[in-house]
C-alpha cells in the first residue's frame, strides 16, 4: 500500500505543483493518475520513489515513511517507466534491460539470462536483445521501457505516460499487455495519462486530477460515470456525450444498446 499524507510541492520557483494532497494507493491493483498537463501528476509519481521531495506532507509504503528510506536504494525497488521509453541509447536492448539488477549487485550474466526472460514477458523477440534502441520502433521501445522497469522485481511500478508516443494500433496491444501483465505478477501500478479512455481500461481506482494535484474524484471507473463528482468531472469523462451516452432501443423484442448518434453497439443482456 501506498499512502500520501497532506503532501505538497513546491519548486523552488515558488510554483505549488501540488498541494495537500491525501491518497491512498492499494496493493496489487492499478491506479490511474488522470488529469490535464500540469495538474501534478509526474510530480506526483516521482515523490513515490523519491526522484523528488515533498516540501510538506508524507509518503508512506507498507506503512513506512519513504523520507527514511535511502533514495538510490527506493528506486532501486521501484520499477519507474518513462515517456518516450527513457532507454539509454548507447546500450544495447538487453542491457538496457539489465542495467538496474546489476546496480543492485546481481552477476552481470544473471541479469542478462533475466533480461532474456523479461524480453518474452513483455512480447518481445529475444532476437532483439543485442540490437540498439533506435533499430527499433517505438512500440517496441516502449516494451524494452516496461521489461526495465519489471527487472528488479519490484512490487511497485510507475508509469508515466507510457504510450503517448505510438499509434493507436500498438496503444491499444500495449494497453492490453499492462492488464495482462499487472494481473499475472500482481504488481502495484501506479499509472499517468491524460487520456480518460486509458484510465477507464486499465484503473482499477481513477483518481481525476485539477491543477495542483487537486482531487476532483476516486473511485472505479465505475462508481464515476454512474456518480460524477461535479460538472468538470462529469464533462472531462464525457458521460454526457458520444459513446458514453447510450441508450436503449427495442428491437424485435431485445434491448438494443445504441450510441448518441443512434448506432448501436451491443445487445443488453437480462
Ligand atoms: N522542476 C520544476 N520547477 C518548477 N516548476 C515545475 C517543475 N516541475 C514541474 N513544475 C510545474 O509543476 C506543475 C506540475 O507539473 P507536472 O510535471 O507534475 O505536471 P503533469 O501533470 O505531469 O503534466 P504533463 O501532463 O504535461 O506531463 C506544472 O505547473 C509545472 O510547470
Ligand atoms: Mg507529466
Do not use: W
Not at 516521482?46 to 527514511?68: Q, V, Y
Request: proline residues 5%; contains cysteine.
Amino acid at each position: 500500500m501506498i499512502e500520501f499524507r497532506s503532501v505538497t510541492k513546491q519548486f523552488p520557483d515558488g510554483t505549488v505543483a501540488v498541494e495537500n494532497f491525501d491518497l491512498v494507493i492499494p496493493p496489487r491493483k492499478t491506479t490511474v493518475l488522470v488529469g490535464s498537463s500540469g495538474c501534478g501528476k509526474t510530480t506526483l509519481l516521482r515523490m513515490i520513489n523519491r526522484m523528488i521531495d515533498p516540501t510538506s506532507g508524507a509518503i508512506l509504503i507498507d506503512g513506512e515513511d519513504t523520507s527514511s528510506l535511502e533514495p538510490v536504494k527506493l528506486r532501486r525497488r521501484i520499477g519507474y517507466v518513462m515517456q518516450n521509453s527513457g532507454l539509454l541509447p548507447h546500450r544495447k536492448v538487453i542491457d538496457n534491460v539489465a542495467t538496474v539488477p546489476v546496480l543492485n549487485g546481481v552477476a552481470k550474466r544473471d541479469a542478462r539470462a533475466h533480461a532474456l526472460e523479461l524480453l518474452d514477458t513483455v512480447g518481445l523477440d529475444r532476437s532483439l536483445a543485442d540490437k540498439y534502441p533506435r533499430q527499433l520502433s517505438g512500440g517496441q521501445q516502449q516494451r524494452v521501457g516496461v521489461a526495465r522497469g519489471l527487472a528488479a522485481d519490484p512490487n511497485i511500478l510507475l508509469m508515466d505516460e507510457p504510450f503517448g508516443a505510438v499509434d493507436p494500433i500498438v496503444r491499444a496491444e500495449l494497453q492490453q499487455e499492462t492488464i495482462r501483465l499487472q494481473e499475472g505478477l500482481g504488481k502495484t501500478v501506479v499509472f499517468v495519462t491524460h487520456d480518460i479512455d486509458e484510465a477507464f481500461l486499465l484503473g482499477h481506482q481513477v483518481v481525476i486530477l485539477q491543477k495542483g494535484g487537486h482531487i476532483a474524484q476516486v473511485g472505479t471507473p465505475a462508481e464515476i460515470l454512474a456518480e460524477p463528482a461535479d460538472d468538470f468531472v462529469a464533462s472531462f469523462v464525457g458521460a454526457d456525450k458520444g459513446k458514453r451516452k447510450l441508450r436503449i432501443e427495442k428491437v424485435g423484442g431485445r434491448d438494443i444498446v445504441v450510441d448518441e448518434a443512434g448506432t448501436p453497439t451491443g445487445v443488453l443482456q437480462s
